[in-house]
Protein backbone atom coordinates (compact mmCIF):
# COMPACT_ATOMS: atom_id res chain seq x y z
CA UNK A 1 0.00 0.00 0.00
CA UNK A 2 1.41 3.31 -1.06
CA UNK A 3 0.20 5.08 2.18
CA UNK A 4 1.24 4.83 5.98
CA UNK A 5 -0.52 6.07 9.36
CA UNK A 6 1.35 8.91 9.46
CA UNK A 7 0.12 10.63 6.74
CA UNK A 8 -2.93 11.25 8.49
CA UNK A 9 -4.05 13.03 11.45
CA UNK A 10 -3.23 11.38 14.73
CA UNK A 11 -6.65 10.46 15.62
CA UNK A 12 -7.71 9.43 12.39
CA UNK A 13 -9.24 6.12 12.70
CA UNK A 14 -8.70 2.65 10.06
CA UNK A 15 -11.21 -0.45 10.33
CA UNK A 16 -12.48 -3.08 8.49
CA UNK A 17 -16.93 -3.16 7.77
CA UNK A 18 -18.96 -5.96 8.34
CA UNK A 19 -23.23 -6.23 8.39
CA UNK A 20 -24.87 -8.81 10.41
CA UNK A 21 -26.66 -11.24 7.69
CA UNK A 22 -23.81 -11.10 5.51
CA UNK A 23 -21.70 -13.10 7.98
CA UNK A 24 -23.28 -14.43 11.39
CA UNK A 25 -25.32 -17.08 9.61
CA UNK A 26 -28.95 -16.25 10.58
CA UNK A 27 -29.36 -20.24 11.90
CA UNK A 28 -27.98 -19.88 14.92
CA UNK A 29 -29.44 -18.44 18.00
CA UNK A 30 -32.86 -18.83 17.78
CA UNK A 31 -32.96 -15.42 15.32
CA UNK A 32 -36.65 -14.39 13.48
CA UNK A 33 -36.91 -14.80 9.94
CA UNK A 34 -36.19 -11.67 7.77
CA UNK A 35 -37.04 -10.48 4.30
CA UNK A 36 -33.65 -11.55 2.61
CA UNK A 37 -34.33 -15.29 3.72
CA UNK A 38 -38.15 -15.60 1.79
CA UNK A 39 -36.71 -13.18 -1.51
CA UNK A 40 -33.65 -15.71 -1.38
CA UNK A 41 -36.30 -18.52 -1.89
CA UNK A 42 -37.96 -17.43 -5.55
CA UNK A 43 -36.06 -17.92 -8.65
CA UNK A 44 -34.01 -15.28 -10.28
CA UNK A 45 -33.34 -13.18 -7.55
CA UNK A 46 -30.15 -14.44 -5.82
CA UNK A 47 -27.50 -16.48 -7.32
CA UNK A 48 -27.15 -19.96 -6.99
CA UNK A 49 -30.87 -19.29 -4.27
CA UNK A 50 -28.17 -18.29 -1.50
CA UNK A 51 -29.14 -16.97 1.79
CA UNK A 52 -27.36 -15.90 4.79
CA UNK A 53 -28.49 -18.90 7.47
CA UNK A 54 -24.89 -19.81 7.35
CA UNK A 55 -22.81 -17.45 5.94
CA UNK A 56 -19.26 -17.35 7.36
CA UNK A 57 -20.56 -18.78 10.69
CA UNK A 58 -19.36 -15.12 12.29
CA UNK A 59 -22.43 -15.94 15.40
CA UNK A 60 -19.63 -19.13 16.04
CA UNK A 61 -16.04 -16.98 14.88
CA UNK A 62 -16.81 -13.89 16.04
CA UNK A 63 -13.20 -14.03 18.69
CA UNK A 64 -11.17 -15.40 15.96
CA UNK A 65 -12.67 -12.87 13.68
CA UNK A 66 -11.84 -10.21 16.20
CA UNK A 67 -8.56 -11.51 16.35
CA UNK A 68 -8.15 -10.60 13.02
CA UNK A 69 -8.71 -7.01 13.03
CA UNK A 70 -6.73 -6.53 15.88
CA UNK A 71 -3.81 -8.12 14.55
CA UNK A 72 -3.95 -6.08 11.57
CA UNK A 73 -3.55 -2.60 13.45
CA UNK A 74 -7.70 -1.63 13.06
CA UNK A 75 -8.42 0.69 15.17
CA UNK A 76 -12.61 0.17 14.61
CA UNK A 77 -14.80 -1.84 13.89
CA UNK A 78 -17.94 -1.43 11.98
CA UNK A 79 -20.34 -3.83 12.30
CA UNK A 80 -24.40 -4.21 12.56
CA UNK A 81 -26.88 -5.48 14.40
CA UNK A 82 -29.65 -7.81 13.16
CA UNK A 83 -33.29 -6.01 13.59
CA UNK A 84 -34.49 -9.89 13.13
CA UNK A 85 -32.14 -11.73 15.37
CA UNK A 86 -32.80 -9.10 18.31
CA UNK A 87 -36.92 -9.19 17.84
CA UNK A 88 -37.94 -12.66 16.34
CA UNK A 89 -40.90 -11.15 15.40
CA UNK A 90 -40.13 -7.40 14.59
CA UNK A 91 -41.97 -5.95 17.64
CA UNK A 92 -42.82 -7.33 21.28
CA UNK A 93 -40.84 -10.51 22.85
CA UNK A 94 -37.18 -9.90 22.75
CA UNK A 95 -34.69 -12.69 21.50
CA UNK A 96 -32.05 -12.33 24.78
CA UNK A 97 -29.72 -14.74 23.66
CA UNK A 98 -29.36 -12.15 20.84
CA UNK A 99 -28.44 -9.21 22.95
CA UNK A 100 -26.30 -11.93 25.10
CA UNK A 101 -24.32 -11.90 21.41
CA UNK A 102 -23.96 -8.81 20.97
CA UNK A 103 -23.54 -8.36 24.91
CA UNK A 104 -19.95 -10.32 24.22
CA UNK A 105 -19.12 -8.62 20.55
CA UNK A 106 -18.68 -5.08 21.57
CA UNK A 107 -17.20 -6.41 24.85
CA UNK A 108 -14.60 -8.26 22.92
CA UNK A 109 -14.17 -5.22 20.55
CA UNK A 110 -12.93 -3.38 23.36
CA UNK A 111 -10.68 -5.99 25.25
CA UNK A 112 -8.52 -6.07 21.36
CA UNK A 113 -8.55 -2.25 21.50
CA UNK A 114 -11.03 -2.06 18.59
CA UNK A 115 -13.86 1.24 18.36
CA UNK A 116 -17.31 -0.21 18.08
CA UNK A 117 -18.75 1.46 14.94
CA UNK A 118 -22.41 0.25 15.40
CA UNK A 119 -25.00 0.43 12.15
CA UNK A 120 -28.62 -0.94 13.79
CA UNK A 121 -30.14 -1.98 10.63
CA UNK A 122 -28.22 -2.79 7.67
CA UNK A 123 -31.24 -4.34 5.98
CA UNK A 124 -32.90 -7.37 8.02
CA UNK A 125 -36.66 -6.48 7.93
CA UNK A 126 -38.36 -8.97 9.90
CA UNK A 127 -40.56 -11.16 8.04
CA UNK A 128 -43.30 -10.56 10.60
CA UNK A 129 -43.05 -6.69 9.93
CA UNK A 130 -42.31 -7.09 5.80
CA UNK A 131 -45.38 -9.01 5.80
CA UNK A 132 -47.14 -5.89 6.85
CA UNK A 133 -45.48 -3.80 4.38
CA UNK A 134 -42.51 -3.15 6.24
CA UNK A 135 -40.99 0.11 5.18
CA UNK A 136 -44.20 1.41 2.87
CA UNK A 137 -46.39 0.67 6.14
CA UNK A 138 -46.75 4.47 7.68
CA UNK A 139 -45.83 2.76 11.57
CA UNK A 140 -42.65 1.34 10.37
CA UNK A 141 -40.51 4.30 12.30
CA UNK A 142 -42.12 3.69 15.28
CA UNK A 143 -41.36 0.02 14.98
CA UNK A 144 -37.84 1.11 14.02
CA UNK A 145 -37.74 2.89 16.84
CA UNK A 146 -38.60 0.61 19.34
CA UNK A 147 -35.73 -1.95 17.83
CA UNK A 148 -33.50 1.23 18.23
CA UNK A 149 -34.23 1.41 22.28
CA UNK A 150 -33.72 -2.00 23.11
CA UNK A 151 -30.39 -2.46 21.05
CA UNK A 152 -29.18 0.42 22.29
CA UNK A 153 -30.10 0.16 26.25
CA UNK A 154 -28.08 -2.94 25.83
CA UNK A 155 -25.07 -2.06 23.94
CA UNK A 156 -24.89 1.93 23.69
CA UNK A 157 -23.41 2.41 27.02
CA UNK A 158 -20.23 0.61 25.11
CA UNK A 159 -20.37 1.94 21.37
CA UNK A 160 -17.96 4.60 20.12
CA UNK A 161 -20.69 5.40 17.43
CA UNK A 162 -23.80 4.55 15.88
CA UNK A 163 -25.43 4.71 12.50
CA UNK A 164 -29.08 4.46 12.23
CA UNK A 165 -29.53 2.62 9.07
CA UNK A 166 -27.08 1.93 6.09
CA UNK A 167 -27.89 3.17 2.88
CA UNK A 168 -31.12 4.12 2.19
CA UNK A 169 -31.36 4.58 -1.22
CA UNK A 170 -30.57 0.70 -1.14
CA UNK A 171 -33.43 0.23 1.62
CA UNK A 172 -35.87 2.01 -0.32
CA UNK A 173 -35.34 2.81 -4.63
CA UNK A 174 -33.01 -0.59 -5.01
CA UNK A 175 -35.17 -2.65 -3.23
CA UNK A 176 -39.01 -1.20 -4.34
CA UNK A 177 -38.51 0.81 -7.89
CA UNK A 178 -35.49 -1.37 -9.12
CA UNK A 179 -36.42 -4.60 -7.95
CA UNK A 180 -32.75 -6.56 -6.91
CA UNK A 181 -32.92 -6.36 -3.09
CA UNK A 182 -35.50 -7.92 -0.71
CA UNK A 183 -38.88 -6.66 -1.21
CA UNK A 184 -38.12 -7.08 -4.94
CA UNK A 185 -40.71 -4.55 -5.84
CA UNK A 186 -40.89 -2.80 -8.88
CA UNK A 187 -43.58 -0.21 -7.80
CA UNK A 188 -43.24 3.41 -7.95
CA UNK A 189 -45.90 3.87 -4.78
CA UNK A 190 -43.97 1.59 -2.59
CA UNK A 191 -41.16 3.69 -3.14
CA UNK A 192 -41.86 6.48 -2.55
CA UNK A 193 -43.48 5.67 0.76
CA UNK A 194 -40.07 3.62 1.45
CA UNK A 195 -37.79 6.98 0.50
CA UNK A 196 -39.90 9.14 2.76
CA UNK A 197 -40.27 5.96 5.14
CA UNK A 198 -36.77 5.37 6.35
CA UNK A 199 -35.86 8.50 6.60
CA UNK A 200 -38.32 8.93 8.91
CA UNK A 201 -37.27 6.36 10.76
CA UNK A 202 -34.07 7.42 10.88
CA UNK A 203 -35.20 11.01 12.50
CA UNK A 204 -37.66 8.91 15.24
CA UNK A 205 -34.24 6.93 15.94
CA UNK A 206 -32.42 10.01 16.24
CA UNK A 207 -34.67 11.03 18.97
CA UNK A 208 -34.83 7.88 20.98
CA UNK A 209 -30.76 8.18 20.98
CA UNK A 210 -30.64 11.08 22.23
CA UNK A 211 -33.46 10.90 24.50
CA UNK A 212 -30.96 7.36 25.63
CA UNK A 213 -28.10 9.91 25.86
CA UNK A 214 -26.30 8.40 23.32
CA UNK A 215 -23.40 10.48 21.96
CA UNK A 216 -21.90 10.21 17.93
CA UNK A 217 -24.96 9.19 16.07
CA UNK A 218 -25.34 9.65 12.84
CA UNK A 219 -26.53 7.79 9.55
CA UNK A 220 -24.65 5.76 6.81
CA UNK A 221 -25.40 6.96 3.00
CA UNK A 222 -23.96 5.35 -0.41
CA UNK A 223 -22.76 7.91 -3.07
CA UNK A 224 -22.20 7.68 -6.87
CA UNK A 225 -20.20 10.07 -8.65
CA UNK A 226 -23.38 10.37 -11.35
CA UNK A 227 -21.99 11.66 -14.97
CA UNK A 228 -23.74 11.98 -18.57
CA UNK A 229 -22.57 9.00 -20.78
CA UNK A 230 -22.30 11.34 -23.80
CA UNK A 231 -22.59 15.46 -24.16
CA UNK A 232 -25.91 16.99 -24.66
CA UNK A 233 -28.78 18.30 -22.26
CA UNK A 234 -30.53 15.40 -22.12
CA UNK A 235 -28.17 13.12 -21.06
CA UNK A 236 -26.56 15.75 -18.39
CA UNK A 237 -30.05 15.86 -17.33
CA UNK A 238 -30.34 12.26 -17.24
CA UNK A 239 -27.14 12.43 -14.56
CA UNK A 240 -28.84 15.06 -12.67
CA UNK A 241 -32.13 12.96 -11.99
CA UNK A 242 -29.70 10.02 -10.66
CA UNK A 243 -28.10 12.30 -8.74
CA UNK A 244 -31.36 13.80 -7.13
CA UNK A 245 -32.17 9.93 -6.66
CA UNK A 246 -29.71 8.54 -5.41
CA UNK A 247 -27.58 10.85 -3.48
CA UNK A 248 -29.16 14.50 -2.63
CA UNK A 249 -32.62 12.82 -1.84
CA UNK A 250 -31.10 11.13 1.52
CA UNK A 251 -28.90 14.00 1.72
CA UNK A 252 -30.66 16.95 1.89
CA UNK A 253 -33.81 15.29 3.83
CA UNK A 254 -31.27 14.94 6.51
CA UNK A 255 -29.59 17.81 6.37
CA UNK A 256 -31.71 20.66 4.64
CA UNK A 257 -35.30 18.92 5.19
CA UNK A 258 -35.91 19.39 1.69
CA UNK A 259 -35.84 16.60 -1.26
CA UNK A 260 -34.33 18.02 -4.20
CA UNK A 261 -36.98 18.81 -7.05
CA UNK A 262 -35.52 16.67 -9.99
CA UNK A 263 -36.90 13.52 -7.89
CA UNK A 264 -39.96 15.31 -6.54
CA UNK A 265 -40.84 15.74 -10.19
CA UNK A 266 -41.47 12.03 -10.56
CA UNK A 267 -41.88 10.42 -6.46
CA UNK A 268 -44.27 13.57 -5.05
CA UNK A 269 -47.46 12.23 -6.96
CA UNK A 270 -46.79 8.75 -4.35
CA UNK A 271 -45.26 10.23 -1.56
CA UNK A 272 -47.45 9.88 1.96
CA UNK A 273 -49.89 13.08 2.47
CA UNK A 274 -48.72 15.73 4.98
CA UNK A 275 -44.64 14.38 4.32
CA UNK A 276 -44.58 17.83 4.65
CA UNK A 277 -44.99 17.61 7.90
CA UNK A 278 -42.18 15.34 8.48
CA UNK A 279 -38.87 17.06 7.52
CA UNK A 280 -38.19 19.01 10.42
CA UNK A 281 -37.69 15.69 12.36
CA UNK A 282 -35.93 13.49 9.37
CA UNK A 283 -33.63 16.93 9.66
CA UNK A 284 -32.75 16.33 13.50
CA UNK A 285 -29.14 17.24 13.45
CA UNK A 286 -26.46 14.46 13.54
CA UNK A 287 -22.97 14.15 14.80
CA UNK A 288 -21.37 12.68 11.71
CA UNK A 289 -22.03 11.16 8.59
CA UNK A 290 -20.97 8.09 7.18
CA UNK A 291 -20.07 7.83 3.09
CA UNK A 292 -20.42 4.92 1.21
CA UNK A 293 -18.56 4.55 -2.07
CA UNK A 294 -17.80 2.25 -4.60
CA UNK A 295 -17.61 3.84 -8.24
CA UNK A 296 -19.36 6.29 -10.39
CA UNK A 297 -22.23 5.87 -12.43
CA UNK A 298 -22.54 6.84 -16.44
CA UNK A 299 -26.16 8.06 -17.60
CA UNK A 300 -27.98 8.25 -20.65
CA UNK A 301 -31.43 9.68 -21.27
CA UNK A 302 -34.01 7.22 -21.97
CA UNK A 303 -36.76 9.35 -23.33
CA UNK A 304 -39.10 6.56 -24.26
CA UNK A 305 -39.43 5.01 -20.89
CA UNK A 306 -41.09 6.10 -17.81
CA UNK A 307 -39.87 8.27 -15.45
CA UNK A 308 -36.71 8.67 -14.47
CA UNK A 309 -36.26 8.06 -18.71
CA UNK A 310 -32.75 7.24 -18.09
CA UNK A 311 -30.49 4.36 -18.03
CA UNK A 312 -26.73 3.73 -16.83
CA UNK A 313 -24.21 2.40 -19.18
CA UNK A 314 -20.91 0.42 -18.56
CA UNK A 315 -17.89 2.83 -18.67
CA UNK A 316 -14.48 2.60 -20.37
CA UNK A 317 -12.61 2.63 -17.11
CA UNK A 318 -10.88 -0.88 -15.42
CA UNK A 319 -13.48 -2.82 -13.60
CA UNK A 320 -13.86 -5.19 -10.10
CA UNK A 321 -15.73 -8.57 -10.38
CA UNK A 322 -18.61 -6.51 -9.72
CA UNK A 323 -18.45 -4.69 -13.38
CA UNK A 324 -18.20 -1.67 -11.42
CA UNK A 325 -15.79 1.27 -12.44
CA UNK A 326 -12.63 1.55 -10.28
CA UNK A 327 -12.96 5.65 -10.15
CA UNK A 328 -11.11 7.24 -7.08
CA UNK A 329 -11.60 10.48 -7.69
CA UNK A 330 -15.15 10.02 -7.48
CA UNK A 331 -14.62 9.30 -3.52
CA UNK A 332 -12.55 12.46 -3.30
CA UNK A 333 -15.23 14.69 -5.43
CA UNK A 334 -18.21 13.34 -3.39
CA UNK A 335 -16.16 14.06 0.15
CA UNK A 336 -15.25 17.35 -1.11
CA UNK A 337 -18.56 17.95 -2.20
CA UNK A 338 -20.02 17.13 1.17
CA UNK A 339 -18.61 19.38 2.90
CA UNK A 340 -18.62 22.40 0.55
CA UNK A 341 -22.05 22.72 -0.11
CA UNK A 342 -23.91 20.56 2.62
CA UNK A 343 -22.44 19.73 5.68
CA UNK A 344 -18.80 22.16 6.41
CA UNK A 345 -16.84 20.75 9.33
CA UNK A 346 -19.27 17.80 10.07
CA UNK A 347 -16.76 14.86 10.65
CA UNK A 348 -17.29 12.45 8.15
CA UNK A 349 -16.20 8.32 8.09
CA UNK A 350 -16.03 6.64 4.91
CA UNK A 351 -17.76 3.72 6.32
CA UNK A 352 -17.39 1.75 3.15
CA UNK A 353 -15.07 1.38 -0.17
CA UNK A 354 -13.99 -1.86 -1.30
CA UNK A 355 -13.78 -4.14 -4.52
CA UNK A 356 -14.86 -7.83 -5.61
CA UNK A 357 -12.39 -10.17 -6.93
CA UNK A 358 -12.82 -13.78 -7.84
CA UNK A 359 -10.08 -14.63 -5.60
CA UNK A 360 -8.52 -17.88 -5.39
CA UNK A 361 -6.20 -19.62 -2.23
CA UNK A 362 -3.42 -20.96 -3.98
CA UNK A 363 -0.31 -22.57 -1.75
CA UNK A 364 -2.08 -21.17 1.23
CA UNK A 365 -2.07 -17.57 0.51
CA UNK A 366 -4.22 -15.20 -1.75
CA UNK A 367 -2.62 -12.72 -3.82
CA UNK A 368 -5.07 -9.95 -4.88
CA UNK A 369 -2.80 -7.12 -6.21
CA UNK A 370 -5.68 -5.68 -7.56
CA UNK A 371 -7.11 -4.59 -4.10
CA UNK A 372 -3.73 -3.57 -3.12
CA UNK A 373 -4.16 -0.86 -5.80
CA UNK A 374 -8.04 -0.35 -5.10
CA UNK A 375 -7.22 0.44 -1.80
CA UNK A 376 -4.07 2.61 -1.71
CA UNK A 377 -6.00 4.88 -4.46
CA UNK A 378 -8.94 5.10 -2.35
CA UNK A 379 -7.12 5.49 0.71
CA UNK A 380 -4.92 8.69 -1.27
CA UNK A 381 -7.90 10.15 -2.68
CA UNK A 382 -9.29 10.53 1.21
CA UNK A 383 -6.26 12.00 1.73
CA UNK A 384 -6.80 14.51 -1.03
CA UNK A 385 -10.17 15.93 0.65
CA UNK A 386 -8.96 16.31 4.11
CA UNK A 387 -6.38 18.38 1.98
CA UNK A 388 -8.99 20.34 0.85
CA UNK A 389 -10.61 20.37 4.10
CA UNK A 390 -13.49 17.88 4.46
CA UNK A 391 -13.34 16.75 8.11
CA UNK A 392 -12.54 13.02 7.51
CA UNK A 393 -11.97 11.11 10.42
CA UNK A 394 -11.61 7.32 9.17
CA UNK A 395 -11.77 5.01 6.67
CA UNK A 396 -13.34 1.76 6.51
CA UNK A 397 -12.13 -0.78 4.75
CA UNK A 398 -15.51 -3.30 3.43
CA UNK A 399 -15.11 -5.76 4.10
CA UNK A 400 -13.02 -7.35 6.93
CA UNK A 401 -13.98 -11.32 5.32
CA UNK A 402 -15.97 -12.12 2.03
CA UNK A 403 -19.82 -12.56 2.86
CA UNK A 404 -23.22 -13.03 1.33
CA UNK A 405 -22.82 -10.04 -1.05
CA UNK A 406 -26.84 -10.16 -1.04
CA UNK A 407 -28.17 -10.90 -4.73
CA UNK A 408 -24.70 -12.44 -5.70
CA UNK A 409 -24.57 -14.70 -2.57
CA UNK A 410 -21.18 -16.01 -1.99
CA UNK A 411 -19.63 -15.46 -5.70
CA UNK A 412 -18.51 -12.02 -5.26
CA UNK A 413 -15.37 -11.78 -2.89
CA UNK A 414 -14.63 -8.41 -1.45
CA UNK A 415 -12.84 -9.48 1.71
CA UNK A 416 -9.47 -9.03 3.01
CA UNK A 417 -10.18 -12.11 4.11
CA UNK A 418 -11.06 -15.19 2.06
CA UNK A 419 -13.40 -17.16 3.65
CA UNK A 420 -13.35 -21.09 2.52
CA UNK A 421 -17.60 -21.78 3.00
CA UNK A 422 -17.15 -25.27 3.28
CA UNK A 423 -14.40 -25.25 5.95
CA UNK A 424 -15.05 -21.71 6.99
CA UNK A 425 -11.33 -21.58 6.95
CA UNK A 426 -10.29 -17.86 6.84
CA UNK A 427 -7.05 -16.96 5.05
CA UNK A 428 -5.84 -13.46 5.01
CA UNK A 429 -5.29 -12.24 1.42
CA UNK A 430 -1.98 -10.18 0.96
CA UNK A 431 -3.89 -6.96 0.95
CA UNK A 432 -4.94 -7.87 4.35
CA UNK A 433 -0.78 -8.36 4.86
CA UNK A 434 -0.11 -5.12 3.57
CA UNK A 435 -3.20 -3.49 4.83
CA UNK A 436 -1.51 -4.42 8.22
CA UNK A 437 1.83 -3.23 7.56
CA UNK A 438 0.73 0.05 6.42
CA UNK A 439 -0.57 0.53 9.71
CA UNK A 440 2.58 -0.10 11.32
CA UNK A 441 1.85 -3.75 12.10
C1 LIG B 1 -22.98 -1.91 0.00
C2 LIG B 1 -23.59 -2.62 1.20
C3 LIG B 1 -22.75 -3.76 1.72
C4 LIG B 1 -22.08 -4.54 0.61
C5 LIG B 1 -21.36 -3.60 -0.33
C6 LIG B 1 -20.60 -4.29 -1.44
O1 LIG B 1 -24.00 -1.37 -0.78
O2 LIG B 1 -23.78 -1.72 2.24
O3 LIG B 1 -23.58 -4.56 2.52
O4 LIG B 1 -23.01 -5.32 -0.04
O5 LIG B 1 -22.26 -2.70 -0.90
Known amino acids: MDFKRSDFPEDFLFGAATAAYQIEG ?32 HYLYWAADLDLLRAAGMDAYRFSTSWARVLPEG ?56 FTQVITRRIGDRVHATATINEPWCVAYLSHFLGHH ?21 GAAMEVLRAEGQENCGIVLNFEADEPAEDGPDHAAAAARQDA ?43 WLGVNYYT ?54 VTENGMAWDDRVTGGAVHDPARISFISEHVRATRNAIDTGTNVRGFFYWSLLDNYEWAFGYEKRFGIVHVDYETMTRTPKTSYHEFAKALGQ
Request: glycine share 10%; proline share 9%; with cysteine.
Open 182 to 202: APGLRDIRATARAMHHVLKAH
Open 26 to 57: SAHGAAGSCHWDSFARVPGNVIGAEDGRRACD
Open 245 to 287: IMNRWFLEGITRGSYPEEALEGLEPHLPAGWQDDMAAISRPID
Open 296 to 349: RGLMLAAPDTAWPAMEPVPGPLPRTQMGWEVYPKGLEDTLTRLSRDYIGALPVY
Open 91 to 146: RGPVNTEALDFYDRLVDGMLERGLRPFHTIYHWEMPSALADLGGWTNPDVHNWFAD
